[in-house]
């Protein structure tokens, strides 16, 4: 069943009783095609899981029961997609009515609330403010007036919530794919924002030109790739522009153990909060907390699933 057939059939139970608005129509397509991009990522999970079941226990057992819970909801989604089909995990997901709606009647206000060059609002940056809403208010306000480091930043949404919410000194965002960081720039430009750096970079260990696949939001490096971007690492900018870090967010499509191997002096120097995706590949899920462990003892850490209808995408880890 292809995803167009999904949304009609959506579409048809709720024009029962309920009115969509075009976004929310829109919308229902984006998540469809959302669960099978889920559902595709999470089948490269199986053999991992299946080989490093001790190492997986005793990272569970280390987390807090918050987390744990999490990571339990976690596990027994990438298990009903390894021994389901694509169909039945879109209905899995997708069929839970009120849920649904609830869900859509919050993008669409998240839309109204901010406006970016594209319709790409996510609940995990807007609604769970990147796993900001976890972290202690003490901590929270300890972030005033500090330098931001928003590696990853697409079009800019990141950003435009830190500004606007976070009172940030500066937000340094790397963003290296040339038509994200365009539209980064439309952003900056159309909210009026005052204190975002953009840097057409990426970040990574060292300092280098690397190839990588241009796939718009989902773009990562890769040897094979037929672009070329420019990465620079974390300390070597920060050294360089002399900051006082509180915050790095890092999203960046599976290249995080690397980035963060490019940030240790950072991280040991000023402890900023980290906002970690961790859901690209099997390592980075249960690896990064340890090697962030390694880098900078004395962390507290929660693991959060920051996505309403996605089975796997937006998971996220926040330490502080």
Excluded at 35 to 51: A, H, V, W
Excluded at 86 to 104: V, W, Y
Aim: net charge negative.
């Amino acid at each position: 069943m292809k995803p167009a057939t999904i949304k009609r059939e959506f579409l048809r139970e709720f024009a029962k009783d309920k009115e969509l608005t075009p976004f929310q129509k829109d919308r229902l397509t984006f998540e469809i095609i959302a669960i099978r991009s889920d559902f595709e990522l999470g089948l490269r999970f199986t053999e991992y899981i299946k080989n490093n079941q001790k190492e997986i226990e005793a990272f569970i057992n280390d987390l807090d029961s918050e987390s744990k819970n999490e990571m339990s909801t976690i596990l027994n989604n990438l298990e009903y997609i390894r021994t389901h089909s694509l169909i039945d995990t879109i209905k899995k997901f997708f069929l839970r009515g009120d849920d649904l709606l609830e869900h859509l009647n919050t993008m669409e206000s998240i839309k109204n609330n901010y406006k970016l060059p594209l319709d790409m609002y996510e609940e995990s940056i807007f609604k769970y403010k990147h796993g900001l809403k976890f972290v202690p208010e003490e901590v929270i306000h300890s972030l005033k007036h500090k330098d931001f480091l928003d590696c990853g930043a697409y079009i800019g949404e990141s950003a435009l919530l830190f500004e606007r919410e976070y009172d940030p000194h500066k937000i340094y965002s790397f963003e290296p794919v040339p038509e994200n960081y365009t539209l980064l720039l439309d952003n900056i430009k159309m909210n009026n924002l005052k204190k975002i750096i953009p840097i057409n970079k990426g970040v990574g260990e060292v300092s280098k030109t690397v190839n990588y696949n241009p796939l718009g939001v989902s773009s990562y490096i890769s040897e094979e790739g037929k672009s070329e971007m420019d990465i620079v690492s974390i300390d070597e900018f920060v050294s360089e522009k002399k900051l006082s870090i509180g915050l790095i967010k890092m999203d960046v499509e599976g290249y995080e153990l690397e980035a963060l191997n490019g940030a240790k002096k950072t991280i040991n120097k000023f402890k900023p909060v980290l906002l970690i995706g961790i859901y690209h590949n099997p390592e980075e899920l249960f690896k990064i907390k340890h090697h962030i462990e390694e880098i900078m003892p004395g962390y507290e850490f929660k693991i959060k699933h920051l996505a309403d209808i996605r089975p796997l995408a937006e998971i996220h880890l926040i330490a502080w």
